[in-house]
C-alpha cells in the first residue's frame, strides 16, 4: 500500500453546498469561508442527483473543459443557475461537501467528471449512491465523510490508506492507483495482482451464482458479499450519450487502433436524444448532437459492435427494451452505460449500469474488476387487484424498503409465485426501477413463460436451449438485506409527488378515486412511454383505459396533453396490429414513435413553465428532470386515466360511464 498522504492545499478552496443558496452564492464570490467546525451536516444538500450536477445537455460534450465549465448546471434557484458557468473551475475549490445520497439517479459519469475536471480532489458526503461513488473512484477523485474533513481543516494529512479503509482488496487497488485505467495498466504490466478469493463451498443466491460463473481462471469457484474479483462480461451496450466519451478514453489510453473483445454481444444505440432537437430548450444543441451521432456510428464500424443507430430519423427503441428483446439471455452478466441497464434482471440476468471508464476498460479488456455486492430478496406472493400494476408494487416498495435505504447498494433479487404470475413486461418494469432504489442492479427468477417470450423474438433460439443457461438459488442462500415477503394483493394504486421516487402515496379506498392524501391535483401534461413504460403491456394498459373512455364518449380531457412513446419497434408494431394506434389517435392520445424523450427532458412531453403539472409513468421525478414543472409518478392505468378526468385518478373499471 502506498504511504501517500492527502492535505489541503493552501490556497485552494473548500466548497460547502448548503441549504441555504446564498452562503453558496458568497463561497462563489469568495466573501465567504465556512468549515465544519461551524456547520452540521443537516445544513448541507441532501440527496442530489446526477441530472443537478450535469443535466442532460451538459453530456452532449465529451471534452473536459467543457464538462468543467457547466459543472452543476441543473442546480437552479429562481429560474437561474446557483453556480454559474466557469465557477468551479475560477474559484480554485478542492474538495465539493454535500449532505446524505449524493449523486442518485443516472449512471451518467460526467456528473462526477464535472467536479475533477474542475479541480476538485475529494468529494464529502455522508453517503454516495453507489454508481456515483463507483465513477468518483475510477476516475481518482477521493471520497470521505464530514469527519474525514474536519481533521483535514484542523491541519492534518490523513494517509491513503484511510481512503481505502473497508473497501475490498480490488476497489483499494484502483483507489491507490489513482482511477481504473492505471490500475488495469498496472494488472497488465504485473505489477499488481488479484488473488483467489478464498471463499469455500457455500449455498449462494442468484447473484453469487452468476458472479461465480464469471470469474476469471485462478480466483476459485464459490465468492461471498466483499469478494474482489474479476469476472467476465457477458454483455453490454452504450448510447449515442456515451459512447463519443467511451471512445475518448479509449483513444487517450490505449490508441487510435484500440480493440473491443468479442463485440458480438455489445452494442450502440441512438435513441436517447432521437427528439431531442425538437425542444425548445435543446434545439440550440443540434450541432454537437449531431457530432455525437457522428462519433458513435464511426465507432460502431471500427469496433463491429451491433449497431442500433435510427433509420431515416427513426430509432430501433430504447437500448434496455431493445437489449432485453434482441440479445440479453439468463444467467448474462450485464453492463452498459445507462442506470437502468439493470432492467435486464427481469431476464434473469445480472444487470447493473456503469460510467464511461468502467465501461471503456470493459470493453477493451472483456472483464470488469468488482467487489461482490450483498443482496435483498423481494418474495412476492399472491395477486394483483384490478387496477394494480407492478409500476404501484415498485413504487411501494420504493416508499417502504428503499426509502430506509433496506436496498441501497444491494442487488434486488425478486422470486415467488407472485413474480411468476406477472407478464414478463411488468416483470421488467420491477426490475428497470431498482437503480430508483440506489441499489447496485436487478436480478430475478425464471420461469418458462420468461424463457417463451425471449425465444419468440430471437429466430433459431429455442427454450431448451434458454433454459440451459437459467441460473437458480441454491436453498438455504444468505441475503445481508434480508428476504421480504410482499403479497401483491395488498398493493394499491400508488403515486410518488415531486422530487424523488421513494414520496409514494397509496389511494385511499375512502377517497373516491382521487390518489390518498394528494387531494384533486390538476393535470396538464400526461406522458406514457419511457423504457419503463413503452413495453407492449404498458400499451395495453394505455388502450385499455382509453376504449374505457371512447366507450363512455370521453376522450383526453381539454387542456391536457397526453403522449404515448413507444419503447421499441416491435411495441409499435404490436399497437398497429392491435389496432391501438387508431385508438389513440380518435381519443385524443399524441402517438409518438420509439426512443427515449421526455424522462430525460429530450423529446415531446417536457414541461415548458413551472406551473405546469405532468402525471407520468416514467421512472424518476427529481427537480428538472423533464423540464421545470411539477411531475408525479404513476402506472400506466393511472397515466391515461388522469388523462381523461383531467386530474390524477386512479383508474377504475367503468369510471368514465355516467352516473345514474
Given at each position: 500500500?502506498?504511504?501517500?498522504?492527502?492535505?489541503?492545499?493552501?490556497g485552494?478552496?473548500?466548497?460547502?453546498?448548503?441549504?441555504?443558496p446564498?452562503?453558496?452564492?458568497?463561497?462563489?464570490?469568495?466573501?465567504?469561508?465556512?468549515?465544519?467546525?461551524?456547520?452540521?451536516?443537516?445544513e448541507?444538500l441532501?440527496?442530489?442527483?446526477?441530472?443537478?450536477?450535469?443535466?442532460?445537455?451538459?453530456c452532449?460534450?465529451?471534452?473536459?473543459?467543457d464538462?468543467?465549465?457547466?459543472?452543476?448546471?441543473?442546480?437552479?434557484?429562481?429560474?437561474?443557475?446557483?453556480?454559474?458557468?466557469?465557477?468551479?473551475?475560477?474559484?480554485?475549490?478542492?474538495?465539493?461537501?454535500?449532505?446524505?445520497?449524493?449523486?442518485v439517479?443516472?449512471?451518467?459519469?460526467?456528473?462526477?467528471?464535472?467536479?475533477?475536471?474542475?479541480g476538485?480532489r475529494?468529494?464529502?458526503?455522508?453517503?454516495?449512491?453507489?454508481?456515483?461513488?463507483?465513477?468518483?473512484?475510477?476516475?481518482?477523485?477521493?471520497?470521505?465523510?464530514?469527519?474525514?474533513?474536519?481533521?483535514?481543516?484542523?491541519?492534518?494529512?490523513?494517509?491513503?490508506?484511510?481512503?481505502?479503509?473497508?473497501?475490498?482488496?480490488?476497489?483499494?487497488?484502483?483507489?491507490e492507483s489513482?482511477?481504473?485505467?492505471?490500475?488495469?495498466?498496472?494488472?497488465?504490466?504485473?505489477?499488481?495482482?488479484?488473488?483467489?478469493?478464498?471463499?469455500?463451498?457455500?449455498?449462494?443466491?442468484?447473484?453469487?451464482?452468476?458472479?461465480?460463473a464469471?470469474?476469471?481462471?485462478?480466483?476459485?469457484?464459490?465468492?461471498?458479499?466483499?469478494?474482489?474479483?474479476?469476472?467476465?462480461?457477458?454483455?453490454?451496450?452504450?448510447?449515442?450519450?456515451?459512447?463519443?466519451?467511451?471512445?475518448?478514453?479509449?483513444?487517450?489510453?490505449?490508441?487510435?487502433?484500440?480493440?473491443?473483445k468479442?463485440?458480438?454481444?455489445?452494442?450502440?444505440?441512438?435513441?436517447?436524444?432521437?427528439?431531442?432537437?425538437?425542444?425548445?430548450?435543446?434545439?440550440?444543441?443540434?450541432?454537437?448532437?449531431?457530432?455525437?451521432?457522428?462519433?458513435?456510428?464511426?465507432?460502431a464500424?471500427?469496433?463491429?459492435?451491433?449497431n442500433?443507430?435510427?433509420?431515416?430519423?427513426?430509432?430501433?427503441?430504447?437500448?434496455?427494451?431493445?437489449?432485453?428483446?434482441?440479445?440479453?439471455?439468463?444467467?448474462?452478466f450485464?453492463?452498459?452505460?445507462?442506470?437502468?441497464?439493470?432492467?435486464?434482471?427481469?431476464?434473469?440476468?445480472?444487470?447493473?449500469?456503469?460510467?464511461?471508464?468502467?465501461?471503456?476498460?470493459?470493453?477493451?479488456?472483456?472483464?470488469?474488476?468488482?467487489?461482490?455486492?450483498?443482496?435483498?430478496?423481494?418474495?412476492?406472493?399472491?395477486?394483483?387487484?384490478?387496477?394494480?400494476?407492478?409500476?404501484?408494487?415498485?413504487?411501494?416498495?420504493?416508499?417502504?424498503?428503499?426509502?430506509?435505504e433496506?436496498?441501497?447498494?444491494?442487488?434486488?433479487?425478486?422470486?415467488?409465485?407472485?413474480?411468476?404470475?406477472?407478464?414478463p413486461?411488468?416483470?421488467?418494469?420491477?426490475?428497470?426501477?431498482?437503480?430508483?432504489?440506489?441499489?447496485?442492479?436487478?436480478?430475478?427468477?425464471?420461469?418458462?413463460?420468461?424463457?417463451?417470450?425471449?425465444?419468440?423474438?430471437?429466430?433459431?433460439?429455442?427454450?431448451?436451449?434458454?433454459?440451459?443457461?437459467?441460473?437458480?438459488?441454491?436453498?438455504?442462500?444468505?441475503?445481508?438485506?434480508?428476504?421480504?415477503?410482499?403479497?401483491?394483493a395488498?398493493?394499491?394504486?400508488?403515486?410518488?409527488?415531486?422530487?424523488?421516487?421513494?414520496?409514494?402515496?397509496?389511494?385511499?379506498?375512502?377517497?373516491?378515486?382521487?390518489?390518498?392524501?394528494?387531494?384533486?391535483?390538476?393535470?396538464?401534461?400526461?406522458?406514457?412511454?419511457?423504457?419503463?413504460?413503452?413495453?407492449?403491456?404498458?400499451?395495453d394498459?394505455?388502450?385499455?383505459?382509453?376504449?374505457?373512455?371512447?366507450?363512455?364518449?370521453?376522450?383526453?380531457?381539454?387542456?391536457?396533453?397526453?403522449?404515448?412513446?413507444?419503447?421499441?419497434?416491435?411495441?409499435?408494431a404490436?399497437?398497429?396490429?392491435?389496432?391501438?394506434?387508431?385508438?389513440?389517435?380518435?381519443?385524443?392520445?399524441?402517438?409518438?414513435?420509439?426512443?427515449?424523450?421526455?424522462?430525460?427532458?429530450?423529446?415531446?412531453?417536457?414541461?415548458?413553465?413551472?406551473?405546469?403539472?405532468?402525471?407520468?409513468?416514467?421512472n424518476?421525478?427529481?427537480?428538472?428532470?423533464?423540464?421545470?414543472?411539477?411531475?408525479?409518478?404513476?402506472?400506466?392505468?393511472?397515466?391515461?386515466?388522469?388523462?381523461?378526468?383531467?386530474?390524477?385518478?386512479?383508474?377504475?373499471?367503468?369510471?368514465?360511464?355516467?352516473?345514474?
Amino acid at each position: 500500500m502506498s504511504d501517500r498522504r492527502f492535505a489541503l492545499t493552501p490556497g485552494k478552496r473548500v466548497l460547502y453546498l448548503t441549504k441555504d443558496p446564498e452562503k453558496i452564492r458568497q463561497q462563489l464570490a469568495g466573501t465567504l469561508t465556512l468549515s465544519m467546525a461551524e456547520l452540521s451536516p443537516d445544513e448541507l444538500l441532501d440527496d442530489i442527483n446526477t441530472d443537478a450536477m450535469t443535466p442532460a445537455w451538459v453530456c452532449f460534450d465529451y471534452d473536459p473543459a467543457d464538462i468543467a465549465r457547466n459543472a452543476y448546471a441543473g442546480l437552479i434557484v429562481g429560474g437561474q443557475r446557483l453556480i454559474p458557468a466557469n465557477a468551479l473551475v475560477d474559484a480554485g475549490f478542492e474538495v465539493i461537501v454535500a449532505g446524505a445520497q449524493k449523486g442518485v439517479g443516472s449512471s451518467r459519469e460526467t456528473a462526477a467528471q464535472c467536479e475533477v475536471f474542475s479541480g476538485s480532489r475529494l468529494a464529502i458526503a455522508s453517503s454516495f449512491s453507489p454508481i456515483h461513488a463507483r465513477n468518483n473512484i475510477n476516475i481518482g477523485q477521493l471520497m470521505g465523510d464530514h469527519g474525514v474533513l474536519r481533521r483535514l481543516e484542523a491541519g492534518e494529512s490523513i494517509a491513503l490508506s484511510e481512503f481505502t479503509q473497508g473497501q475490498d482488496a480490488i476497489t483499494a487497488l484502483i483507489i491507490e492507483s489513482g482511477g481504473l485505467l492505471p490500475f488495469c495498466a498496472r494488472l497488465d504490466r504485473g505489477e499488481i495482482r488479484v488473488p483467489a478469493t478464498g471463499t469455500g463451498a457455500r449455498p449462494m443466491n442468484l447473484t453469487e451464482k452468476i458472479l461465480a460463473a464469471k470469474l476469471l481462471p485462478g480466483q476459485g469457484e464459490h465468492v461471498k458479499p466483499g469478494d474482489a474479483v474479476l469476472v467476465k462480461v457477458d454483455a453490454g451496450y452504450s448510447h449515442e450519450f456515451t459512447t463519443a466519451q467511451v471512445d475518448f478514453f479509449l483513444k487517450a489510453e490505449y490508441g487510435d487502433g484500440y480493440a473491443v473483445k468479442n463485440p458480438a454481444k455489445f452494442a450502440v444505440f441512438e435513441d436517447h436524444l432521437i427528439y431531442a432537437t425538437g425542444v425548445a430548450s435543446m434545439a440550440k444543441f443540434a450541432d454537437k448532437i449531431g457530432k455525437l451521432r457522428d462519433v458513435q456510428r464511426e465507432f460502431a464500424a471500427r469496433t463491429g459492435v451491433r449497431n442500433y443507430s435510427a433509420v431515416d430519423g427513426v430509432s430501433p427503441g430504447i437500448c434496455h427494451q431493445v437489449a432485453r428483446e434482441q440479445f440479453i439471455d439468463p444467467g448474462d452478466f450485464v453492463q452498459a452505460t445507462d442506470s437502468h441497464t439493470c432492467m435486464g434482471g427481469a431476464s434473469g440476468a445480472l444487470s447493473w449500469g456503469v460510467g464511461a471508464t468502467e465501461y471503456a476498460a470493459l470493453l477493451h479488456w472483456g472483464f470488469t474488476p468488482i467487489a461482490v455486492p450483498e443482496s435483498i430478496r423481494f418474495e412476492l406472493t399472491g395477486d394483483l387487484r384490478p387496477g394494480v400494476t407492478a409500476k404501484d408494487v415498485m413504487l411501494h416498495i420504493l416508499a417502504t424498503y428503499a426509502k430506509r435505504e433496506q436496498t441501497l447498494n444491494r442487488v434486488m433479487e425478486f422470486g415467488g409465485e407472485g413474480l411468476f404470475r406477472l407478464a414478463p413486461d411488468e416483470r421488467a418494469t420491477l426490475a428497470n426501477m431498482a437503480t430508483e432504489c440506489s441499489a447496485r442492479g436487478a436480478v430475478m427468477e425464471v420461469d418458462d413463460t420468461m424463457l417463451q417470450w425471449i425465444a419468440a423474438r430471437r429466430p433459431g433460439v429455442s427454450i431448451e436451449a434458454l433454459r440451459a443457461k437459467v441460473v437458480t438459488p441454491d436453498a438455504g442462500a444468505h441475503h445481508d438485506g434480508g428476504v421480504h415477503t410482499i403479497d401483491l394483493a395488498t398493493i394499491r394504486p400508488m403515486v410518488a409527488t415531486p422530487g424523488d421516487p421513494d414520496r409514494g402515496i397509496a389511494s385511499d379506498p375512502k377517497n373516491g378515486a382521487l390518489i390518498g392524501e394528494i387531494g384533486s391535483v390538476p393535470v396538464t401534461i400526461a406522458y406514457g412511454g419511457s423504457c419503463t413504460a413503452g413495453k407492449r403491456d404498458d400499451i395495453d394498459m394505455y388502450a385499455r383505459v382509453m376504449a374505457d373512455a371512447e366507450a363512455a364518449g370521453k376522450r383526453v380531457a381539454d387542456g391536457v396533453s397526453f403522449y404515448l412513446q413507444f419503447g421499441s419497434q416491435d411495441v409499435e408494431a404490436y399497437a398497429k396490429a392491435k389496432g391501438y394506434t387508431e385508438l389513440f389517435e380518435r381519443t385524443g392520445v399524441k402517438v409518438i414513435k420509439p426512443g427515449c424523450g421526455a424522462c430525460i427532458g429530450c423529446g415531446p412531453g417536457v414541461s415548458e413553465r413551472a406551473d405546469q403539472v405532468s402525471v407520468s409513468a416514467i421512472n424518476r421525478n427529481y427537480k428538472g428532470r423533464s423540464g421545470p414543472g411539477r411531475l408525479y409518478l404513476a402506472s400506466p392505468l393511472t397515466v391515461a386515466a388522469s388523462a381523461v378526468a383531467g386530474e390524477i385518478v386512479e383508474y377504475r373499471d367503468g369510471m368514465f360511464a355516467a352516473k345514474k
